[in-house]
């Protein structure tokens, strides 16, 4: 496993055509290829108005996750994904804080998310909270509709990193 205290990481927006063959391969590997999920299963009707993140460890793409405008007041994230190895060291906590950033600065006030059973923890731990069931993908996987109200985490804790929110 890498020493990531030893990595050089760098956190910003795909960008061109080679970084988004890296992104969408990424998105498969984890997310859809364990579940035999063809090719192009990893991608939705939304990629053309998201924002697609990437965490860069050494030059490598570590980390993914993508946000879009449900509408004016919320924001959704969808295919957070990080590859197997760079995991349980940060670069999910980095991305899901970079894509709220995001959703601060289009001035939308909620963040809501399907959350796999498996990375409900993660999520909780970030300030979501499960709303409801949303059934199964793959007639396997379990997922809960989670949502966080950027608005309230902000006056929870003042002290978070400046954003947008600052201005309300
Ligand atoms: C879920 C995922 C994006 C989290 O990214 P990550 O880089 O591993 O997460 P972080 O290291 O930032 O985790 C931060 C905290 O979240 C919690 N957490 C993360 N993954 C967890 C897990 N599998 N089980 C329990 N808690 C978890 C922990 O509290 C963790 O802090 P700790 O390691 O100090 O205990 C990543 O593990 C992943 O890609 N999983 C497979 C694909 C997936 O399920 N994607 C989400 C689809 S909804």
């Avoid at 050089?8 to 970084?19: C, F, T, V, Y």
């Avoid at 670069?91 to 796999?116: F, N, S």
């Avoid at 709303?131 to 509709?145: C, M, P, R, T």
Wanted: aromatic fraction near 10%; include cysteine.
């Amino acid at each position: 496993m890498p020493d990531l205290a030893q990595l050089k990481l760098e956190l910003r927006e795909i960008h061109g055509a080679h970084e988004f063959t890296a992104y969408y391969d990424l998105r498969w590997r984890v997310l859809r290829e364990p579940w035999m999920q063809a090719r192009e299963s990893e991608r939705d009707q939304r990629e053309s108005d998201a924002i697609h993140m990437g965490c860069w460890a050494e030059g490598r793409l570590a980390g993914i996750g993508r946000l879009h405008l449900n509408s004016k007041f919320e924001a959704q994230i969808r295919f957070m994904a990080v590859e197997s190895g760079f995991d349980r060291q940060g670069i999910g906590t980095q991305i899901l804080l970079e894509l709220e950033r995001h959703a601060c600065l289009k001035g939308t006030l909620t963040v809501v998310l399907d959350a796999r059973k498996s990375a409900m923890p993660f999520y909780e731990k970030h300030g979501y909270k499960s709303i409801s069931y949303a059934g199964l993908l793959f007639d396997q996987i379990e997922h809960w509709k989670m949502s966080k109200s950027l608005y309230e985490a902000k006056k929870s804790n003042p002290g978070a990193p400046a954003s947008p929110l600052t201005l309300l």
